[in-house]
């Protein structure tokens, strides 16, 4: 049998049957060896396999495995038979192993990458589902899903013709000073009128009860006054208010982005209640990558501001990329035994959103090696 098994393996050579020697590779490779060779069951030797440069596999050379073997045969006592020629056949054999043991040897590397790996996926940095406050008839929509808009730009409008022409009424209102200067006037007369009872008290034409009830109406008067002062404050409020809500029937974009997605159009009726808004904006420069099913222990060996290695797993033709990390969710999932990483992606040529990455991870977080381990404390301080 022939076992491959680690870095570098030794190949062992054994056989109880004196008409076929067998070869059996880890990954289930059977190379059956017709060659008269007679081996004692007790007798075992080793051929051991060289490592190359890169970390590939490969069998030790023909001429050296025909050597190595023939002086095995050579050396052993236990013979019954005569010994055998080493035919080309063997040798073919000998090929043959090597690309087993190249094969094999590939699946461990793929594994190791999948260590080093974790998959990954991309999010807008920002995503503001839009609405509007109250309940109204959709005038206009000024854009499309997929247009990239500016800060402040118009996206949509609702009818508000009943509400500009509610919100000129109370402008008049709010303006008006009409009912202020009554009352102030009011309040000039009920002087006049106070005086004048005085000086007939002097005279003894008028009685005490009568200045008394004229002074009374002198401080009504001025409280009147006061009151239609706050009246007018009031009405400006009113004025303010409704100025909002008209300017809130027009909906604005609060950021540079793009139209994710429009929840209603020209002509419909518009429901407050509607969770995922009228219209979604995204900002997609930078991405948030999210990483949700890294194992615990190597999440918490990452820190915040750390760059990590990052590509899409579709568009490989674009390389690494570097990402850094910006959170860590409080919260682990203890199902699963992961937590949420969050890494932050410049996207200049502005790349949609929703895509499937690959994260690389240092190499000692993603072997877990205490190496890994120190380069993390190393780099928090």
């Known amino acids: 049998m022939v076992s491959v098994a680690g870095r570098r393996s030794r190949l062992r050579v054994l056989t109880t049957d004196p008409e076929c020697l067998s070869v059996l590779v880890d990954g289930g490779v059977f190379i059956p060896v017709r060659e008269r060779v007679c081996l004692d069951p007790a007798t075992v030797r080793w051929v051991y396999l060289s490592t190359l440069g890169g970390g590939w596999w490969t069998g030790c050379s023909a001429v050296k495995f025909r050597s190595v073997l023939k002086r095995s045969f050579e050396n052993s006592t236990r013979f019954s038979m005569k010994k055998p020629a080493l035919s080309s056949s063997l040798l073919r054999h000998v090929v043959v192993l090597s690309i087993a043991s190249f094969l094999t040897s590939s699946v461990s590397l793929a594994q190791e990458k999948s260590l080093s790996t974790v998959p990954a996926i991309s999010r807008p940095s920002k995503e503001l589902k839009l609405a509007f406050p109250g309940l109204g008839i959709i005038k206009d929509v000024s854009v499309k899903e997929g247009d990239e808009v500016k800060k402040d730009q118009l996206l949509m409008s609702a009818d508000d013709r009943m509400d500009v022409k509610a919100l000129e009424a109370l402008r008049i209102d709010a303006q008006s000073t009409v009912n202020y200067e009554a009352a102030v006037a009011e309040g000039q007369n009920k ?3 106070l005086r004048r009872l005085e000086k007939m008290k002097a005279n003894e034409v008028a009685s005490d009860l009568e200045v008394e009830r004229a002074k009374l109406e002198v ?6 006054t006061r009151q239609a002062k706050q009246e007018q404050e009031q009405k400006k409020l009113e004025y303010e208010r409704q100025a909002v809500k008209v300017e809130l029937m027009k909906l604005t974009s609060p950021i540079d982005g793009v139209v994710a997605r429009l929840n209603i159009k020209q002509g419909e009726a518009v429901d407050p209640q509607n969770r995922e808004g009228a219209i979604v904006v995204v900002l997609n420069d930078p991405l948030w990558i999210e990483v949700r099913d890294l194992p615990t222990r ?5 820190k915040l501001g750390q760059i990590l290695k ?3 797993t579709d568009a490989t033709e674009q390389g690494w990329q570097d990402a850094k990390v910006i959170f860590f969710s409080p919260v682990a999932d203890a199902a699963s035994d992961t937590l949420l990483v969050r890494l932050e992606l410049p996207n200049p040529s502005h790349t949609s959103a929703g895509l499937h ?4 991870l240092p190499e000692g977080i993603a072997t877990g090696t205490n190496e890994g381990r120190g380069q993390t404390a190393a780099g928090t301080n």
Do not use: S
């Not at 990455?357 to 690389?360: D, G, I, K, R, S």
């Open 191 to 193: 002087g006049v009128e």
């Open 219 to 224: 401080v009504i008067a001025g409280l009147k």
């Open 298 to 302: 190597q999440a918490t060996r990452l």
């Open 310 to 312: 990052v590509r899409y």
């Open 357 to 360: 990455l690959e994260v690389m």
